[in-house]
């Protein structure tokens, strides 16, 4: 059970990432419509406003994460969260679709996503990742749900510009979050020396990259659909904007009831791989059914249905891999490369609803992100089953010499970091338990004091 650091910490930094996808998700149901207000408006250029945040967020996430290797984290993610605040007002004062534009690539510029959840690892106990990180995954599928109904909603009442303001109270309210969270030094072994060599240690590693695949592909499609099933609610379901929430809400509520059982058997039977593929699966059945029915009202929320369900298992089962499977050192760098992943994803999205909007034939716009989807899984039946650390509890030693203490902790075989919370007076201790062996475990005894049950 996490305590109550890790709960108070959890909320925190969840309530940041959902924050900022509330922002973001609240415009993607409507802009493919409302956007069509602004002065100088195309498909294609609406397509860029929805996706541009993507790009910068993919350009960024990069550099942000090889600096939180490095640097404090607290102060990255504040930064930018005001970023992300700073765009939305520029596209809420905007009149032209170049001016969103615009607003949206700064508030991309906020690229903490990988910071946050590197934070989230950091101050959770490794056996207590995937709960943390389902969390975290939840409360994006829960942004999801908020965003999705309350966005053509809010738009009704305060048109396109105010829902941009609405992204930027929502910018300034996550960094007040970041007080919940506690103070953080991480101390681990084998760092690797230069930000080029850092970097490339990441990207050599191939399930790392096919999870890296994964998340583009994810978002790619998200963003695609989002833009191009909204004319069609209107068209063949004879659903108005302002009520395609009352489509979105139950069928992401559902679809969170699912999430929660698949997340349970992927860790605690250790299947992770299992839901993985299933639920790419399931992408692909939603797309399909949407190819094929997209004219029918049932067609559209049965293949709607399915892709949620599917996408919010993925949600929450992709940070936690991208957790287990990232070198320690170098955790922020993986995620970065992730979250860059994703979020150019979401700009290839954007920029593909947008020619989607263009096919007469809507049907072939479904079936060809359904092609994208079965390249996806084809590529991830490669994948391994992630490799599962533990975690421990231990008092700083009283003498405060935490450098001296974190230095021999880690010379100890099977040891592989300590993130030490000062304030609390703790480290958290990452143990690999197939490589601890009894010489390890008399040296653990020695330096600790007392014996411990590994």
């Known amino acids: ?122 101050v959770t106990r490794e056996e207590h990742r995937t709960k943390a990180m389902a969390v975290m995954g939840m409360s994006i599928g829960l942004s ?40 953080v030094t991480r101390h681990h072994r084998n760092f690797a020396q230069g930000y080029g060599k850092q970097l490339a240690e990441v990207v050599r590693m191939g399930d790392l990259n096919r999870l890296h695949l994964s998340v583009f592909a994810l978002h790619l499609l998200l963003t695609a659909m989002f833009i191009f099933v909204p004319g069609q609610l209107i068209q063949y379901a004879g ?61 559209l929320l049965t293949g709607l249905g399915l892709f949620f369900i599917a996408f919010n298992v993925m949600e929450a089962l992709l940070p936690s891999w991208l957790s287990k499977a990232a070198p320690i050192q170098s955790k922020a760098t993986a995620m970065g490369v992730n979250a860059s992943g994703q979020f150019l994803g979401a700009f290839c999205g954007g920029m593909l609803g947008g020619h989607l909007l263009t096919l007469q034939n809507q049907g072939q716009g479904w079936a060809f992100l359904a092609v994208l989807a079965v390249i996806w899984l084809a590529i991830s039946f490669t994948l391994k089953q992630p ?22 902790l880690l010379a100890i075989h099977g040891i592989e970091e300590v993130v030490v919370m000062p304030d609390q007076n703790v480290a958290f201790v990452k143990v690999d338990k197939a490589l601890i062996d009894d010489a390890a475990r008399h040296s653990l005894t020695q330096l600790l004091g007392k014996e411990v049950a590994i």
């Open 1 to 122: 059970m996490m305590n109550a650091l890790e709960r108070r910490s959890t909320f925190a930094l969840s309530s940041i990432f959902a924050l900022r996808m509330l922002g973001l998700f609240m415009i993607i149901p409507v802009f493919s419509i409302a956007g069509q207000s602004y002065q100088y408006a195309t498909p294609g250029l609406i397509g860029l406003a929805v996706g541009v945040y993507g790009l910068t967020q993919a350009i960024l996430q990069i550099p942000f994460s090889l600096i939180a290797d490095r640097y404090n984290r607290k102060i990255l993610i504040v930064f930018g969260l005001l970023m992300f605040a700073l765009g939305g007002a520029i596209a809420a004062m905007s009149e032209t679709i170049y001016g969103v534009i615009a607003g949206r690539a700064i508030a991309g510029g906020g690229a903490v996503s990988a910071v946050v959840m590197a934070l989230l690892s950091d």
């Open 144 to 183: 999801f749900v908020v965003a999705f109904s309350m966005g053509p909603w809010l738009t009704s009442l305060v048109g396109i510009s105010g829902l941009f303001w609405v992204t930027t109270i929502m910018g300034i309210a996550a960094c007040f979050m970041m007080l919940l969270v506690p103070k």
């Open 239 to 299: 659903l108005p904007l302002a009520h395609h929430s009352w489509v979105y809400l139950p069928l992401l509520v559902i679809s969170m009831f699912f999430a929660f059982p698949s997340i349970i058997l992927a860790e605690k039977y250790r299947k992770m791989r299992g839901i993985f593929l299933t639920a790419i699966t399931g992408i692909i059945l939603g797309l399909i059914v949407m190819a094929w029915g997209y004219q029918s009202k049932y067609g």
């Open 387 to 408: 490799r599962y650390l533990s975690s421990m509890v231990f008092r700083l030693p009283e003498t405060r010499q935490t450098d001296e203490w974190t230095s021999k």
